[in-house]
């Protein structure tokens, strides 16, 4: 039985804020069906008032059925006024990350058409069900705040960090290729990347007790400035997204494990926390199962402070400290746990690079486009059955649900057989722990000391493959509130779609430049410093538990 609140555990309630939430979606991604009683339901809308300057609103008769989306104000020439900044506005003091801002320029931005296929592009070998599912949790099951959340991440995905075209396409073998640029800053973002491979900085490894994948940090092999920090975020992204391929259902989040020993001020740097915490919180959202900090030194008392400070509740709360192996072993059994840690895994890590022909298949395009084809037309049965699942009750919704089900596992299916030609391989493909058609072998290397003694597959001799199913990243989105002037919200979708429907020529998602807010590191270097006065000196018989 899954989790409460997933795909096969819903109550009535929750089943009805999910169909809602695909009903949203289905407006912002312009989906239109062959059933026309489908597409009539799916176009009732909720007859609001228009929200004015002032964010006022007027009172106006509702139509039985119920839907987000209000119209929004007729201007002299005709068309749609702009309220987003009422909403923005309004929005200020919950919106930490200036998500309902991203939102209204991801619909002045892109078409319908373009967000369909970037939300489809996310959702890889996950049941779509689960993906809607962690924005409606993540958000307390307000489908406007989850709308919201939802659709400012792709624009974060696909115009930020360009995930899917750059990180998950190009991978290792693209820095080991604009290493060799003559761009001092492509090679050098590219020497940084690879640099942190190398080093094993952090790497996935094993499982939790509850069957997570471990991802390790060992953070005294970081130090502020050596790596750019355009670099430490694509690593940082990347590791996001192998591990999301190794979480088995019915896991759906992953652990995070630092490893403090050694550490001192010099390997504390905030911004790339900073970051970290930004894609717990706002753009992988309910994937971090816990976090450990394992040996923490007295001085990061101070520092945890601060830290703490930043955090949703919800994600803090997920934070544990461990002194001790005994203590450690309350989320790992020892035999996942390594040697250098006091466990009894041998494994060393080392990485492998990529090697000579292993993405050969992702120039065999039409292969790709032939599977690409075909995962369009599951889409389309997918969606088709969903407008109807949505319109039903009572045994016939359950019904329809069952055949959704079996299309959702198409879909996974799916994905795996197109994966080798659109995601690079990585180092877990390398020594095979994730194989082909979605298993993950945790054999491979849990209990081995070198990674040139697994038995995975040789990169150019076959198409390798990567991992499981049905989940999302590692990072959490708490419960932060996600903006106020939800009829607004609803206007600028309905805006969008009409607007978008006129033109065209949009320019296409993902094409825009990276833009990554950065600190300075003399402020990096002073909040340390303050940290360490904070921290003060050690107190008789401390406990590293005693920092929560």
Not at 182 to 198: N, P, S, V
Not at 472 to 494: C, K, W, Y
Request: proline fraction near 5%; include cysteine; hydrophobic fraction near 35%.
């Amino acid at each position: 039985m899954s989790q409460p609140g997933r795909p096969g555990n819903l109550t009535p309630e929750q089943e009805a804020k999910l169909k809602e939430f695909w009903k949203t979606a289905f407006k912002v991604f312009g989906v239109t069906t062959t059933s026309s009683a489908a597409d009539d339901l799916l176009e009732e809308v909720e007859d609001e008032a228009p929200v004015n300057g002032s964010g006022a609103t007027q009172e106006k008769e509702k139509k039985k059925k119920r839907n987000i989306f209000s119209r929004k104000k007729k201007n002299k020439e005709g068309k749609s006024d702009d309220n987003s900044s009422v909403v923005t506005g309004a929005a200020d003091a919950e919106d930490k990350y200036g998500q309902t801002k991203e939102f209204f320029e991801a619909l002045h931005s892109n078409t319908p058409e373009e967000l369909h296929r970037a939300f489809w592009t996310n959702v890889k070998h996950e049941n779509p069900d689960a993906l809607l599912l962690r924005f409606l949790r993540a958000r307390k099951w307000d489908i406007e705040k989850a709308l919201v959340m939802m659709i400012s991440t792709l624009q974060w995905r696909h115009r930020e960090m360009h995930v899917e075209d750059d990180i998950v396409k190009g991978g290792e073998a693209l820095s080991v290729e604009e290493a060799k640029s003559e761009d001092k800053t492509k090679k050098k973002d590219a020497d940084d990347f690879l640099m942190q491979m190398r080093k094993g900085k952090s790497f996935v490894h094993g499982l939790d007790k509850e069957g997570r994948p471990v991802t390790l940090v060992r953070v005294r092999l970081h130090h502020g400035g050596e790596q750019s920090e355009r670099s430490i975020e694509r690593f940082t992204v990347y590791t996001f997204e192998t591990t999301r391929f190794m979480l088995v259902p019915p896991a759906d989040t992953g652990s995070l494990l630092f490893d403090m020993t050694g550490f001192s001020l010099a390997n504390m740097d905030y911004t790339p926390v900073k970051f970290m915490i930004k894609c717990f919180e706002a753009n992988y959202p309910e994937s971090l199962g816990v976090a450990i900090v394992h040996k923490a030194p007295w001085v990061f008392q101070g520092i945890w402070k601060i830290i703490k400070g930043w955090l949703d509740p919800v994600v803090a709360n997920k934070v544990h400290f461990t002194n001790s192996i005994s203590e450690l072993e309350q989320y790992i059994d020892k035999s996942n746990i390594v040697k250098e840690m006091g466990g009894d895994d041998p494994f060393d890590y080392e990485f492998i690079p990529p090697q000579e022909g292993e993405n050969q298949p992702m120039e065999d395009t039409a292969t790709r486009d032939r599977l690409q084809a075909g995962r369009a037309e599951s889409i389309k049965n997918f969606e088709e059955l969903t407008a109807e699942w949505i319109g039903e009750g009572g045994a016939d919704s359950a019904a329809i649900q069952s055949r959704r089900t079996e299309l959702a596992q198409q879909l996974m299916k799916g994905y795996w057989d197109l994966d080798p030609y659109v995601r690079a391989r990585s180092f877990y493909d390398r020594v095979g722990v994730l194989q082909p058609g979605g298993k993950v072998d945790w054999s491979q290397v849990v209990g081995r000391k070198s990674p040139h003694t697994f038995s995975g597959t040789d990169a150019g001799s076959s198409v390798a493959g990567a991992v499981p199913a049905q989940t999302d990243g590692i990072a959490d989105s708490g419960a932060g509130a996600q903006g106020s002037g939800a009829s607004t919200v609803a206007a600028g979708v309905e805006s969008h779609v009409a607007d978008k429907a006129a033109t065209p020529n949009a320019p296409p998602l993902g094409s825009g430049a990276a833009a990554v807010a950065v600190g300075s590191e003399d402020q990096v270097a002073d909040q340390a410093a303050t940290a360490a006065q904070h921290g003060g000196p050690a107190p008789a018989g401390h406990d590293p538990d005693g920092l929560d």
